[in-house]
């Protein structure tokens, strides 16, 4: 059974542009959970879809935004990039929304310059 | 607003050690506490998910316990290897939140 893959791996953006990151869970999971992470903060969550619709959204700005298609695949998008947003970004899989066991991505690490 | 600190931040053992990592929470009304694993760089693996419900989970080396009441789960390395060295972190899943601590460092020496 396939893992949950991010694409891109690695951006390099700059201050001002958006992005726009994909997830693709693992077959049969209907949730994706997307979390920032940062040496200082942690991981930090961002946003949580089940069905095509958000279910849960942590503490970030209106700059970012994301969504999930019918088959699952979700995108995160964050637009006039700042130089804080340099971080791992992590998508998560589960089965279902909640409280269920989630299964990681390899991360898309983001630089802003 | 529930809080997650795991202790200590980091550690440092020599190969062959027993080891415990501490995961504490603030709001003992949880679903469930998962235990991952996160090498430099990399996304997180998932090693033990404890259910509310239990007291214990194992799988081959590792041991997680959860004690619900005293809002506190520790994680048991047994026989420590070089290989085990990444960084430990704790989830846990309440009512509408998932929060993950910020994780236990850990390098085992040869």
């Known amino acids: 059974k396939a893992g949950v893959t991010q694409t891109p791996r690695y951006l390099i953006k700059t201050r001002g542009q958006q992005v726009t990151l994909s997830c693709s869970p693992i077959?049969?999971?209907?949730?994706v959970s997307w979390y920032q992470q940062t040496p200082g903060q942690g991981l930090q969550f961002l946003f949580e879809?089940?069905?095509?619709?958000?279910?849960n959204k942590g503490n970030f700005p209106g700059r970012f935004s994301g969504r999930q298609f019918s088959n699952s695949r979700s995108e995160m998008n964050v637009s006039t990039l700042e130089l804080g947003d340099s971080a791992l970004y992590l998508c998560?899989?589960?089965?279902?929304?909640?409280?269920?066991?989630?299964?990681f991505g390899p991360g898309t690490r983001l630089t802003v310059t | 607003k529930q809080e997650v600190t795991q202790i200590p931040a980091a550690l440092s053992v020599p190969e062959g050690e027993n080891l415990v990592l501490n995961c504490s929470f603030t709001?003992?009304?949880?679903?469930?506490l998962q235990w991952f694993r996160q090498d430099p760089g990399k996304g997180l693996t998932s090693l033990l998910l404890?259910?509310?419900?239990?007291r214990e989970q194992t799988s081959g080396r590792l041991n997680a316990s959860l004690d619900k009441s005293s809002g506190r789960s520790t994680l048991y390395i047994a026989a420590s290897q070089p290989g085990d060295s990444a960084t430990y972190l704790c989830?846990?899943?309440?009512?509408?939140?998932?929060?993950f601590g910020k994780g236990t460092m850990l390098l085992v020496s040869p």
């Open positions: 998560a899989s589960s089965f279902t929304a909640g409280a269920y066991e989630q299964y």
């Open positions: 077959s049969g999971h209907r949730s």
């Open positions: 879809y089940f069905s095509e619709t958000q279910r």
């Open positions: 709001d003992s009304a949880i679903y469930n």
């Open positions: 404890i259910q509310s419900s239990q």
């Open positions: 989830r846990v899943s309440g009512y509408s939140t998932l929060t």
